[in-house]
Structure formats: C-alpha cells, structure tokens
C-alpha cells in the first residue's frame, strides 16, 4: 500500500507560539509561512517551512484542549507527525483493514485548508500519526 508521499509536517506542542518563534525563526531561520487559530480544537497554530515539510506550532487556547492536556502530562516537545497522502479516507480504510486504532474514523476540516485524520500511537509505535490531503476542490 503506497499511499504514504512524504513528510507533510511534525506537530511540537508549546506553550506560547509568540515564544517559540523565538526559537524557530530567529534561531533555527524557519520562515514562519501560516498562523491559524482553530477554536473548534482549542488550539492556535503556526508553521515554518523547513525544506518541502513545515513544523506545526501547536499552543492551547483552552484549558480542556487535547494540547493543553498533553503539556500537563509531557510538557513541551514533539506531539505528531502528519504523512501527506493522496486520499485520507481510502488510507484510513487500509489502515484500519490491517488493524490500526483510528482516532477519526473519517477525514475533517484541518489546519492549512486540508482534510485530516489522526491514527492512534498504540498502533503506530508509540508515535501520533496524523494524515493530510489537499481540500478537494
Ligand atoms: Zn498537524
């Protein structure tokens, strides 16, 4: 099943975007290429571009949020890889077909005008995996 086209982009967990942009574009030299508050998820993100991969800047705006609760548990650091793929729903199918856990059970509106899914990490070795695909026109 070749469906996986590469590193669309690794989500970090931080607490403040304003202070992590500190690090990533005046440190690291990563344009920061989009910033986008997601209310619906309780999280406000940004991305810089590394190469044709991008870091996702994940910071809670709610206190219930998925990300708010990871920073209590884990505290700052890598939160997900997302994989670019060509359709979600038919590599969530396959993935679920050979035993994977989903976590969205079919793709949703994401960050950056895509369509994504997020596979659970007990069936990806520990490692949140999300899925992308361009917004169907
Ligand atoms: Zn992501």
Not at 8 to 18: P, Y
Not at 25 to 32: A, R, S
Not at 98 to 111: F, Y
């Amino acid at each position: 099943m070749a469906f996986l086209n590469k590193i669309d982009h690794i989500g970090i967990a931080v607490r403040s975007i304003e202070n992590s942009l500190k690090l990533y574009v005046d440190q690291l030299k990563m344009p920061l290429v989009h910033r986008e508050d997601v209310p619906e998820r309780g999280v406000r993100v940004a991305f810089t571009q590394i190469g044709e991969s991008t870091i996702e800047l994940l910071e809670p705006t709610q206190p219930e949020s998925t990300i708010a609760k990871f920073l209590e548990k884990r505290g700052e650091g890598f939160h997900h890889i997302c994989y670019a793929v060509d359709d979600v729903n038919a590599t969530l199918k396959a993935l679920e077909a050979e035993g994977a856990t989903l976590i969205d059970k079919e793709a949703r509106p994401g960050a950056e005008n895509k369509l994504v899914a997020f596979v659970h990490p007990k069936s990806m070795g520990g490692v949140l995996v999300e899925l992308a695909q361009p917004m169907p026109k």
